[in-house]
């Protein structure tokens, strides 16, 4: 590795598992912490190896995952603007190496070399890093770990789909097997998540395009990805596709309304000026064949502003409009608030148009977004929280499609519950002494830590991480993040395939993002597959005892969530106190009864406010009288 490889304070940060005040400190405390190397005054990069250096001094070092190592450097060898160009770069060697595994490395460095881009330091040292790593991880999934960072650094102008709403969306349009269009794909969230047969997409940025055509063809997806703004220059005129999947830009105000007012896509009507979302509903559909299926992603504000009426008359009134799905807050990166999914069908010759449309508070329940679309599709009985409403409803002055407006989710019980619900929180409060661990206070005292990085080379604990995505429906358990939020059995389902991730009883399971709520759990079952976004950590019950790790594992986590922030978790990089495995498993004693003291607390808050409602719901309208 080059020596001139350099970080910045976030990126300390994140190596050291701490937060950017303890580098501030470190850098006032210490006078031996590395001096800035390059960039400026408020943001100074230093070497990397005298970082890696004064940690390991300090007792601080974590291992540097080889992936992490590799990211660092190509940031080091251009700047944050043309670092998509760098990535893309690395894509192309990796994407070589694939293909011809046995090349060496000189070989592909003099090949490469001519393809750089301008303003990438490139010398044989950074293609050789790109090859161990490559070697290492695999192609595909080394280059999936630098695309993470890259989307993580640049999340803001990037606003790529989280994955468990892309899957979301690639299953109601039922994308398997399908022509596939994303008009404005980004770096190909979408299309990864979509299985189909043939994929296209386009973007407006030349190396967001470059990326997504490298990452589909790392999952060995047949595609074609095009540069240009879809809008204006429209890559694939005149072509039609199964399914249109978008999440388009958001509150464009330069998107081309004057250039494109007679434009032939405006079957339903010109967008106003401020309605570009509006513009690109229009555009999916004119590139989706008749009975074919477009979900986009809307700002929550599309459903009800009056400039856009017309347009959204129009929609429903042709039965081009099916569905409006809630999400909650964050699910679109585009806005801060609820944004919707909007699920269009092109209207067919001959067939007359619906009278219904489905409309879903979902929130962050997407099982119940895709419950609901698929009841809706089959004439069967629609869940709790989603409602078909009839079109002839919904075409009044205003046309407000706001899912609040039109679904009452029942979220109170009905009074006759009260007397269970108060048996039940009866029973379950006189439980809850008997669950708190004895605990004694004694003087803190530093421990001797080991990572769990360490523990994996010494043969102590397995990693393993649930597939991008799964290889389809089948009969096969899945347990997902919602699964493991609630701690519930697995709710998932998929076939079967090789290098798929099986649970077994005491392993550790965790989301790979934690934030409120969302921490790890050891597993009482065996049998089920590890679904996508889930870490699985196996220990030799000899020599680490699991509720103690993951005891460990949640005070990592929640220190970070305490402090307002969502972690990303490297589980190589957490650290383990040394302990005997008798004091281990006294220790995870306590971790498993404080846990479990908590699930139940969870849970009597839960029946405790139904209770509440119940109660005084009854005594107002006389369901319910005092004893």
């Known amino acids: 590795m080059r020596d001139d490889v350099t970080v910045n304070a976030a990126d300390i940060a994140r190596l050291a598992d701490v937060g950017r005040a303890a580098v501030s400190n470190w850098r006032k405390r210490f006078d031996d912490f590395p001096q800035p190397v390059g960039g400026t005054a408020t943001s100074p990069a230093f070497s990397l190896v005298e970082v890696e250096g004064w940690l390991r001094r300090h007792n601080r070092y974590v291992e540097v995952a080889p992936v992490e190592r590799l990211w660092q450097r190509l940031r080091s060898a251009t700047d944050d603007l043309r670092l998509g160009e760098a990535v893309g770069f690395a894509g192309t060697v990796l994407l070589r190496l694939q293909r011809e595994p046995g090349l060496?490395?000189?070989?592909?460095?003099?090949?490469?070399?001519?393809?750089?881009?301008?303003?990438?330091?490139?010398?044989?040292?950074?293609?050789?890093?790109?090859?161990?790593?490559?070697?290492?991880?695999?192609?595909?999934?080394?280059?999936?770990?630098?695309?993470?960072?890259?989307?993580?650094?640049?999340?803001?102008?990037?606003?790529a789909t989280p994955r468990d709403v892309a899957r979301l969306m690639a299953r109601i349009g039922d994308t398997s097997g399908r022509t596939v269009l994303d008009p404005a794909c980004g770096i190909g969230t979408l299309l990864l998540e979509s299985s189909g047969s043939l994929t296209l997409g386009q973007d407006v940025s030349e190396s967001a395009a470059r990326l997504a055509a490298l990452r589909l063809r790392f999952h060995g997806y047949e595609s074609r990805v095009e540069t240009g703004d879809s809008l204006r220059a429209d890559a694939f005129a005149g072509e039609q596709a199964e399914v249109v999947i978008c999440n388009p830009p958001f509150s464009e105000r330069g998107w081309g309304y004057e250039e494109l007012t007679s434009d032939p896509r405006w079957e339903y009507g010109l967008p106003p000026r401020g309605e570009s979302e509006l513009a690109w509903v229009q555009h999916c559909l004119a590139h989706v064949r008749p009975g074919g299926t477009v979900v986009i992603m809307m700002p929550g504000v599309a459903a009800s502003r009056r400039p856009g009426r017309r347009v959204r008359g129009n929609l429903l009134r042709a039965g081009a409009l099916r569905a409006i799905i809630t999400l909650s807050a964050g699910a679109a990166p585009a806005s801060s608030g609820a944004p919707d999914?909007?699920?269009?069908?092109?209207?067919?010759?001959?067939?007359?148009?619906?009278?219904?449309?489905?409309?879903?508070?979902?929130?962050?329940?997407?099982a119940l977004a895709e419950t609901a679309w698929q009841a809706f599709c089959s004439s069967k009985g629609l869940p709790q929280g989603s409602d078909a409403v009839r079109i002839i409803d919904l075409l009044d002055e205003e046309v407000d499609l706001t899912t609040s407006r039109r679904i009452t989710v029942l979220r109170q019980p009905d009074a006759s519950s009260f007397s269970a619900l108060r048996e039940k929180a009866a029973a379950l409060a006189k439980s809850l002494a008997a669950t708190l661990p004895r605990l004694s206070a004694t003087q803190r005292h530093e421990r001797a830590m080991s990572s769990i990085g360490e523990l994996a080379r010494a043969g102590v604990v397995t990693i393993l991480?649930?597939?991008?995505?799964?290889?389809?429906?089948?009969?096969?358990?899945?347990?997902?993040?919602?699964?493991?939020?609630?701690?519930?059995?697995?709710?998932?389902?998929?076939?079967?395939?090789?290098?798929?991730?099986?649970?077994?009883?005491?392993?550790?399971v965790s989301p790979i993002v934690t934030d409120s709520g969302w921490f790890p759990r050891v597993m009482t079952e065996s049998g089920a597959v590890l679904g996508p976004q889930l870490l699985l950590i196996r220990t030799d019950p000899d020599r680490l005892d699991p509720h103690f790790l993951a005891g460990c594992l949640r005070a990592a986590s929640s220190s970070r969530v305490r402090h307002g922030t969502s972690v990303r978790l490297d589980p190589r990089r957490a650290q383990v106190p040394r302990l005997a495995i008798d004091e281990q498993r006294r220790y995870g004693e306590a971790f498993r009864h404080l846990l479990a003291y908590e699930d139940a607390t969870r849970a009597l808050r839960e029946i405790s406010d139904n209770l509440v409602a119940a109660g005084i719901d009854g005594l107002f309208n006389g369901s319910l009288h005092p004893e």
Do not use: N
Request: charged share 30%; proline share 8%; aromatic share 4%.
């Open 104 to 159: 060496d490395e000189k070989t592909l460095f003099v090949e490469m070399r001519e393809t750089a881009p301008y303003g990438l330091d490139v010398d044989a040292g950074l293609v050789a890093a790109i090859v161990e790593v490559g070697r290492a991880e695999g192609p595909a999934e080394a280059f999936d770990g630098i695309c993470d960072r890259y989307v993580d650094l640049h999340s803001r102008r990037l606003l």
């Open 341 to 366: 999914l909007w699920v269009l069908r092109r209207p067919e010759a001959g067939v007359a148009p619906p009278s219904e449309v489905l409309m879903v508070d979902a929130g962050e329940d997407l």
């Open 465 to 508: 991480q649930g597939p991008l995505k799964l290889p389809g429906e089948g009969e096969l358990p899945v347990l997902t993040t919602k699964d493991l939020l609630l701690g519930r059995a697995p709710t998932g389902r998929s076939a079967d395939a090789p290098g798929l991730a099986r649970v077994e009883r005491d392993d550790i």
